[in-house]
Nanobody, 117 residues
Framework: QVQLVESGGGWVKAGGSLRLSCAAS????????TGWYRQAPGKQRELVAT???????NYGDSVKGRFTISRDNAKNTVYLQMNSLKPEDTAVYYC???????????WGQGTQVTVSS
């Protein structure tokens, strides 16, 4: 059974940084594209960053240049380094395997990120 566990969220002032982690059991991240999603209150969940098995990355326009997705194959963990945070980055952040541009597994509990102005 696949389990996705996100961590590293918290409260930060605008301009600050956080690093999120996503650990998995039952899957090997390096074998599939993995993405970070976020869902703000009253909004749909959106994909903000992806990393392919080969290490290529892609970002949503709203986070490009500020967020960096990476993967540690030895730890089977995917990270999201978030810099220059803005209040509009406030959301619950989730990770998942991405297949055909869609999340594949059941969602984990997510990790809350709150950015104050």
């Amino acid at each position: 059974q696949v389990q996705l566990v996100e961590s590293g969220g918290g409260w930060v002032k605008a301009g600050g940084s956080l690093r999120l982690s996503c650990a998995a059991s039952g899957i090997i991240f390096r074998a599939a594209s993995t993405g970070w999603y976020r869902q703000a209150p009253g909004k749909q969940r959106e994909l903000v960053a992806t990393i392919t098995p080969g290490g290529s990355t892609n970002y949503g326009d709203s986070v490009k240049g500020r967020f960096t997705i990476s993967r540690d194959n030895a730890k089977n963990t995917v990270y999201l380094q978030m810099n220059s945070l803005k209040p509009e980055d406030t959301a619950v952040y989730y990770c998942n395997v991405v297949l055909s541009d869609s999340p594949y597994y059941n969602w984990g509990q997510g990790t809350q990120v709150t950015v104050s102005s």
